[in-house]
């Protein structure tokens, strides 16, 4: 989405180009072979003559057989236990694995308890993420119009959070545009563009001036406003730089010094524009409204 909703409209407008766990042990299982010796005890009694030597005899033969089943027996019981040992260091390492994986699940518990208490400002942040990039797409393309016009769309630098030092002493409605690169990487956007410097001390007036009535014996007369129809003024100075400016949105700064204001040349700007026989309540026609603006309002522009 950032690929196609931002990143390519971006380029678009402007081309790239280059610019300046805790393991526990069992015990050990020791297998205790008790071997019981079979003691046989062999009662033989004493008797006389040869079924007695034949009796003993056959007692001795059945002892080397029962010896001879013991050492079997023996040898099938160290086995066993041979095989007891394998199974107990088996068990051994099961229980060390049974550890890991308890350890490794608790670490994984903990993070999806963390992923869960942070899900809802998560999603908030996609979702005010997504309907940013949504928006950038119409937005982009508008300001690539108004590029190649050499204008700047202000609410463009206002969605890259972009501001100027000057602040409202250079304001962007007036600036122009010139060139723009996106870097190799597409990481880096380079805008170039010019703005003007107001100048907040000069202030352009308009005259709205009153028909005044001038009396004599038998006429009246109308005098009227004849002076300039407006004029840059200082407000830190008493003076005037220009008048009579034609203007539409903007007026570059006069090139001439700053003119003082003389009071005696103010009755200059006023003349009789005609007279005639009094009548009565003729006074009258000369009963105006005007509205009245103060500065700055209606009749205030910044001058650059």
């Not at 050492?71 to 236990?81: C, D, P, T, V």
Request: aromatic content about 10%; glycine content about 2%.
């Amino acid at each position: 989405m950032y690929e196609e909703y931002f990143l390519s409209e971006i380029e678009n407008m402007c081309p790239r180009g280059s610019f300046n766990i805790v393991q526990s042990r069992k015990k050990r299982f020791v297998f205790s072979l008790l071997i019981a010796t079979l003691c046989v005890s062999v009662i033989v009694p004493i008797a006389l003559g040869i079924s007695a030597q034949v009796t003993a005899s056959a007692a001795l033969s059945r002892t080397d057989s029962l010896t001879a089943t013991m050492n079997k027996q023996e040898g099938q019981l160290e086995e066993i236990a041979e095989k007891l040992n394998l199974h107990a260091h088996a068990i051994e390492e099961l229980q060390d694995g049974i550890n890991s994986f308890r350890s490794k699940f608790d670490a994984h518990e903990k993070d999806y308890n963390i992923l869960k208490a942070r899900q809802s400002s998560a999603s908030f942040i996609i979702s005010y993420v997504t309907s940013k990039l949504l928006d950038a797409k119409p937005l982009i393309r508008d300001t690539a119009r108004k590029w190649k016009q050499h204008k700047l769309n202000i609410p463009f630098f206002e969605y890259l959070n972009v501001s100027m030092d000057c602040g409202q002493d250079c304001p962007l409605n007036h600036g122009y545009a010139q060139s723009c690169r996106l870097s190799s990487d597409r990481k880096k956007l380079h805008l170039q563009f010019t703005v003007p410097i107001v100048n907040q001390t000069l202030k352009l007036v308009e005259a709205d001036p009153f028909r005044i009535l001038h009396q004599t014996e038998n006429s009246n007369c109308s005098v009227e406003y004849s002076g300039p129809r407006n004029a840059i003024m200082s407000t830190n100075k008493n003076c005037v730089y220009s008048v009579n400016l034609d203007f539409h949105d903007i007026i570059l700064s006069p090139p001439s010094k700053c003119q003082p204001v003389i009071e005696e040349e103010r009755s200059k700007y006023f003349h009789v524009a005609r007279c005639y026989p009094k009548r009565e309540n003729d006074a009258l026609e000369f009963v105006q409204v005007l509205f009245i603006y103060f500065i700055p309002c209606r009749y205030q522009m910044s001058v650059i």
